[in-house]
């Protein structure tokens, strides 16, 4: 990010054109996560804020305008989407994943795993939307499998603690999954790669 001399912020996007970023203001949301994308119809690019506590998502425009805002009725702790499959999921911190439609507010599904606190925790998509990856409070990843919600699979981390920072990618048709692993009870901190072996 870089400032003009007036205190104004903008970024410099791909094309290498300078565009001003607008702070907005919206009262009583606390945003737990935010997502940018580019063009989406006929709007343009979007601007997508989950509020924590009052579990609103805002969407904006790229000039900060509020274009729609939709109530999901749960305290969320993260949140991605996927324009593409029309994927929404949410870590609703009470009762585990909650996978919605973009274009709607009904939820679709809950993905529950064993929690003993109300703890956010990341979740994510791995291979497209088929598998949805979330964190835990006690040093297990659990990945669903999204069409069943059953659990495909589960990986212990090393501690019994909580797990919140997770991101995945696909890096050449390989599944990774980025664990970040910190905390009061983590003597030091660290971030694992686990590759995702396909079974035949």
């Known amino acids: 990010m870089a400032y003009d001399t007036n205190l ?17 203001l919206i009262v009583k949301h606390w945003p737990q996560a935010v997502t940018a994308f580019g063009q989406v119809g006929v709007r343009g690019p979007e601007l997508w804020s989950f509020g924590r506590e009052d579990g ?25 989407l996927n324009t593409k499959d029309d994927a929404l999921i949410l870590d609703d911190v009470s009762e585990g994943v909650a ?3 973009m274009s709607g507010t009904e939820r679709v599904k809950t993905f529950e795993d064993p929690h003993r606190e109300r703890r956010s925790r990341n979740v994510a998509f791995l291979d ?9 409070d ?12 059953e659990v495909t699979d589960r990986i212990h981390v ?16 390989v599944p990774l999954i980025f664990v ?16 995702r072996i396909r079974r035949k």
């Open 56 to 80: 609103v998502i805002y969407i904006l425009d790229d000039a900060g305008k509020i274009l729609k805002s939709k109530t999901t009725g749960i305290v969320i702790g993260h949140a991605i």
């Open 180 to 195: 970040g692993l910190s905390g009061e009870n983590v003597k030091r901190p660290e971030i694992q790669i686990w590759e």
């Open 8 to 24: 104004l912020s903008f970024v410099i996007d791909e094309g290498m054109v300078p565009r001003t970023v607008k702070s907005v």
């Open 99 to 101: 996978l919605f439609k």
């Open 138 to 149: 006690h040093g297990a990843i659990y990945m669903f499998d999204r069409r069943t919600g």
């Open 128 to 136: 497209g939307t088929s598998t949805i990856v979330s964190g835990s």
């Open 158 to 173: 090393g501690i019994r603690d909580w797990v919140q920072s997770i991101s995945t990618i696909d890096s050449s048709g």
